[in-house]
């Protein structure tokens, strides 16, 4: 007999799809066209973050007179260009879903991104894969705050204790742990350190309902 949790809550940008190289491109555009300096180093720091908080982290180092806001929307601009040209789906990332939608385990997406960049990533997918879709615009705090796990659970009416998040920052574990979720961390673009409730795997790939971490057999 298999226990399942709750709800998976999944995590959009280098974990269902990677994407992350398209907002590091992104980046390094807006910040030269403005006149400013910028490195890999910087855009790294940026990974899983809130985009207003990565907005006035732009202003700041990379020497952008634009207010954050309007320093996110021209990012947005690029990067939802970029998407609607090419979904980078992570490896066996749309097989999970399936298999969890399959055998009706529920998910929601908890992502920083805001809704006009996540629409041609959900287009991609079969309707009604998330349950629930929380965005960094319909948040008051962001990422690493336990807000936008919280609010999912909440809209899915579960106990983030019985549910499984999962991440591929340290920006994104704390917030998923912070909600009180046990976490599979999938590094990709930057380390993850380890955690009390963090569970490390290399890949998604192979990986079905029956064998997400946290679930056991009788």
């Known amino acids: 007999m298999s226990h399942l949790p709750d709800a998976v809550l999944w995590d959009m940008d280098g974990t269902l ?3 992350e190289p398209y907002w590091i491109q992104s980046e390094f555009e807006l910040v030269e066209l403005h006149g400013g ?25 990379g020497g952008v007179d634009l207010e954050p806001a309007d320093i996110v929307e021209e990012l947005l601009d690029r ?18 879903l399936a298999d969890l939608r399959d055998n009706g385990v529920r998910c929601a997406l908890v992502t920083m991104s805001y809704r006009r960049f996540v629409a041609p990533i959900l287009a991609g997918l079969p309707e009604g894969t998330f349950e629930v879709v929380v965005t960094g615009d319909a948040v008051t705090q962001g ?3 336990p807000e ?10 579960v106990d983030p204790a019985r549910t499984l998040a999962i991440e591929d920052s340290n920006t994104g574990a704390r917030s998923a742990e912070a909600a009180g979720c046990t976490v599979l961390v999938v590094p990709n673009h930057v380390p993850v350190l380890p955690g009390e409730r ?7 790939e192979g990986l079905t309902h029956s064998t997400l971490p946290g679930t056991s057999s009788a």
């Open 17 to 19: 799809v990677d994407t």
């Open 37 to 61: 300096t910028w490195s890999t180093e910087h855009a790294l720091n940026l990974v899983g973050n809130d985009l207003i908080d990565s907005g006035r982290y732009i202003r700041e180092h």
């Open 143 to 145: 990422k690493p705050h």
């Open 148 to 157: 936008p796990y919280q609010k999912a659970a909440a809209v899915l009416g």
């Open 79 to 96: 990067v939802v260009a970029r998407v609607e040209k090419e979904v980078p789906w992570r490896p066996g990332a749309p097989e999970l």
């Open 198 to 204: 963090r569970i490390f795997r290399d890949t998604l």
